[in-house]
């Protein structure tokens, strides 16, 4: 499986400023997605991280809220902008297996908190 | 660390004992099925995967049922260990595409 490192691990940030949060892949991928965990809850997807064009977002989601960027097969950046108490989360990015098959693999997580 | 498992259902068993945790998915035309455990302060970490041409399937220690009938899924632990305790999510995708998390449950492994 895909060795995925995020940074930062954590950060506790101002209301109204904004985090950027990478994401690096050992290997190269195909498909890379972006997952928010609240406290206590599952995981949501936020968007679909695609290379050379513009990420896919899920229904609640918005791209000047959370603009990604995916420069190449290895990297994707996801910023939490103009943020909120409410933002305060765990986002994760993962990555889809080479081989033709659908196991995801997921990132450490970065743990955001909004004060 | 904080647990990402603060509202969720728990299950407890003894060590040595078997787990069973099941999960209801929502969409029938679901054709992939993941089992993930979460521990604290760490991403989920990949368990066993299902297709849904198959009703069971075994990895080490662990098996995975789906009943496409009533839409369930569900995964047993065997000889279950100290190590074990996490939050274990189940997820669903069609065409293993975008997957859909359940709610997750936390065990709890008793020494």
């Known amino acids: 499986s895909a060795v995925i490192s995020q940074k930062p691990s954590r950060d506790i940030c101002q209301r109204g400023t904004s985090l950027t949060i990478q994401c690096q892949v050992d290997?190269?991928?195909?498909?890379m997605f972006w997952y928010r965990q609240q406290p206590g809850q599952s995981l949501t997807l936020i968007a679909t991280?695609?290379?050379?064009?513009?990420?896919?977002?899920e229904s609640g989601f918005v791209i000047d809220k959370f603009p990604i960027s995916r420069p190449n097969l290895t990297f994707s950046t996801l910023t939490v902008s103009n943020m909120s108490p409410e933002d305060s989360s765990i986002y994760l990015c993962?990555?889809?297996?080479?081989?033709?098959?659908?196991?995801?693999?997921f990132g450490p997580g970065t743990r955001l908190t909004v004060t | 660390g904080e647990s990402v498992g603060l509202h969720l259902p728990t299950l407890s068993v003894q060590e040595g004992d078997n787990s069973i945790i099941n999960c209801a998915y929502s969409?029938?035309?679901?054709?992939?099925f993941i089992w993930y455990k979460q521990e604290s302060g760490k991403g989920p970490q990949f368990i066993i995967d299902?297709?849904?041409?198959?009703d069971k399937r075994q990895g080490q220690r662990v098996t995975v049922l789906l009943n496409k009938t009533v839409k369930h899924l569900s995964l047993q632990i065997a000889a279950t260990q100290p190590g074990d305790s996490a939050v274990y999510f189940c997820?669903?995708?069609?065409?293993?595409?975008?997957?859909?998390f359940g709610a997750g449950t936390i065990l709890r492994v008793k020494s």
């Open positions: 969409n029938s035309a679901s054709d992939y």
């Open positions: 290997s190269q991928v195909t498909m």
């Open positions: 993962s990555v889809l297996s080479g081989g033709g098959l659908y196991e995801q693999y």
């Open positions: 299902i297709r849904s041409n198959m």
């Open positions: 997820a669903e995708s069609e065409y293993g595409n975008k997957l859909v």
């Open positions: 991280a695609n290379q050379g064009s513009e990420a896919t977002y």
